[in-house]
Structures are given as structure tokens and as C-alpha cells.
């Protein structure tokens, strides 16, 4: 798994440190294993802006796992056991499944800016990094997903009661890897 120099560029450091965590839990041009994934290391630096995916039948849906607090915050709920399908028959995070299945399709790291955009245009910016991990039969069956936003963490809470805010993902997309 290869990271490249424009994510070394843009990426928080954050984000790199958590690429080069996964990347030594693979050997050279392989997907790290989900079993060998441990959460505690990286939530020390991440803290709430990690989310766990599972990915089930080979992308057919995705069930969020861990849903860190920065999420729970800015979406008022922790989606934590909730399937992606079903929370898109609500209208919401649309945009989410074409990255999921690109990051498991492409079997490789994703890196994407944007911003996160409330009802009454209040905005943050945010970079989003997926990886994705395989499991014993080699196939991608986790993606490790970590954010950093351009406000301290403690701020998040600001804007609750805002509304659910739209996921805008800057273009093109950017590959980490």
C-alpha cells in the first residue's frame, strides 16, 4: 500500500500518521489485514474523528462499526451498527457509497477535501482518509476512515442543533495511494 507525495503534501499530519500506521501493519504492495487493525494506537492522535466500515458481500452495503464522537457530534446520532442502505433510504450521506466503492474497487487508499455544509451555510473544511483493509480471504472487508477538520475538535459542538449537515467532496478525486 503506497501513499503519494501530493497526500504527503496535503494531508494533516494526522492523516499521514495514520497512513504510515496501516502502511507498516502490510507488507510492500499488499492491503494491511483487518485482524492486525487495532483501534487504541491512532485513537490517541485521532481522537472521535476515526470510523470503522465493514464492508458486506463485497461492497452490496456497508455497516458502520465505530462511529468516532466528532461524527456523532456533527451528525447527532451515532450510526454505530446502523447499514449504510438504510440510512440511505433517509435522504441522507447519498454521496458516501460511490467512495466506499471506489476505495474497494480501486484496493487502495482514498484521500478527499471538502466540507461539511449545515442548512444554514455554516461550513467547515475537512479532509477525509479511507483505507481499506482485507480480510482472511484477501478481499476488502474493512475501510479504516479518519478526518480532520479545520476547527479544533472542541468547537464541533457549536454546531449542534444546526440540522444534518451535506457532505460536499472537493473534485477530483484524489487517490492516496
Known amino acids: ?9 496535503l494531508a494533516h499530519p494526522d492523516l499521514i500518521r495514520l497512513a504510515r500506521h496501516c502502511q507498516g501493519l502490510a507488507p510492500p504492495h499488499q492491503l494491511p489485514r483487518r485482524a492486525d487493525f487495532d483501534p487504541a494506537p491512532v485513537m490517541r492522535y485521532l481522537a472521535g474523528q476515526l470510523y470503522l466500515i465493514d464492508v458486506l458481500d463485497g461492497g452490496a452495503d456497508y455497516r458502520f462499526r ?3 464522537l466528532f ?14 442502505s438504510d440510512i440511505e433510504a433517509t435522504g441522507n450521506l447519498l454521496v458516501l457509497r460511490a467512495h466506499y466503492d471506489a476505495c474497494v474497487a480501486q484496493r487502495a487508499p482514498i484521500f478527499r477535501p471538502g466540507k461539511l455544509i449545515w442548512p444554514d451555510r455554516h461550513a467547515i473544511a475537512y479532509q477525509r482518509l479511507l483505507i481499506p483493509f482485507a480480510g482472511d480471504d484477501g ?18 459542538c457549536l454546531y449542534q442543533g444546526l ?8 473534485e477530483p478525486e484524489e487517490r492516496a495511494g
Not at 500500500?1 to 503534501?9: I, K, L, Q, V
Not at 478481499?139 to 472542541?154: F, K, M
Not at 440540522?163 to 472537493?170: K, Q, T, Y
Open 66 to 68: 465505530l462511529f468516532g
Open 1 to 9: 500500500m503506497e501513499f503519494g507525495a501530493t497526500f504527503e503534501r
Open 71 to 84: 461524527w456523532q457530534t456533527v451528525y447527532g446520532c451515532n450510526l454505530a451498527g446502523e447499514l449504510l
Open 163 to 170: 440540522g444534518v449537515p451535506r457532505l460536499e467532496l472537493d
Open 139 to 156: 478481499a476488502v472487508s474493512l475501510l479504516v476512515c479518519a478526518a480532520h477538520s479545520d476547527i479544533p475538535r472542541e468547537d464541533v
